[in-house]
Every structure is written in C-alpha cells, then in structure tokens.
C-alpha cells in the first residue's frame, strides 16, 4: 500500500522542541521529495518546509527558517521534521505529501503533491 504516516506530535510547552517523523510505504522515498504543511483551527494549509531527493535541495518558509529543520533517511524511507523554539502559533496538525517532481522543491502549491499523510497534531502550550 502506498502511503505516508506521520508520527511524533504531541504536546509541548512554549520553547520547546519536538521531531515529527514522516515514513513511507509501498514506494521508493529516496526517489521522491517530500513537503511538510500545518493546518492550525480555521486557518487554511500552509507549507513549513521542503526536501527534494537531490542532495542540498531544501526550502523552507519563512514561519519555519532557523527554527526548523527537515531532513531525510533513505536507508529508513522517512523523512523528519525537527522544529524547535516552539510557541502557541505552531499549533496544527502537521502534513506531510510527496512531491510530484523534485524541480518544484520550492512551492507548497498542492498540486505539486500527489500523496498525503493523515496529519499529526502538535500543541504548544504550557
């Protein structure tokens, strides 16, 4: 079966620091990009951060620069998520999706996505 599952939300006090982890199934992860997004309550979607499977090829927006990182293990199929200096704003459910094609690492449009995890909720809050 083909899919993505996130897993690692949770909750989290206000600075602090948590690692979402992105794995895939039924397909080749090293192959592909992969984008994470967040919804928070009645916002609409946004992009944090992109990784292509080209080596160094990374994007992130600008909620998420110096705070988050994203990174991958191919020998794993997983991609991760560590955000850090967390605050109430941060609170969403966060996505991942695989990318279409990797020369679009660069936008969060979704129909550049083809694939979708189910969400897992990260709460900032003391």
């Known amino acids: 079966q083909v899919r993505l599952v996130e897993s690692g939300g949770g909750l989290v006090q206000p600075g602090g620091s948590l690692t979402l982890s992105c794995e895939a199934s039924g397909f080749i992860l090293r192959d592909y990009g992969i984008g994470w997004f967040r919804q928070a309550p009645g916002k609409e979607r946004e992009g944090v951060a992109t990784i292509s499977w080209v080596e160094g090829n990374i994007y992130y927006s600008n909620s998420a620069k110096g705070r988050f990182t994203v990174s991958r293990d191919n020998a794993k199929n997983t991609v991760y998520l560590h955000m850090s200096d967390l605050n109430p704003e941060d609170t969403a459910v966060y996505y991942c999706?695989?990318?279409?094609?990797?020369?679009?690492?660069?936008?969060?449009?979704?129909?550049?996505?083809?694939?979708w995890g189910q969400g897992t909720q990260v709460t900032v809050s003391s």
């Open positions: 999706a695989r990318l279409r094609d990797s020369r679009w690492y660069k936008y969060f449009a979704s129909r550049h996505y083809d694939l």
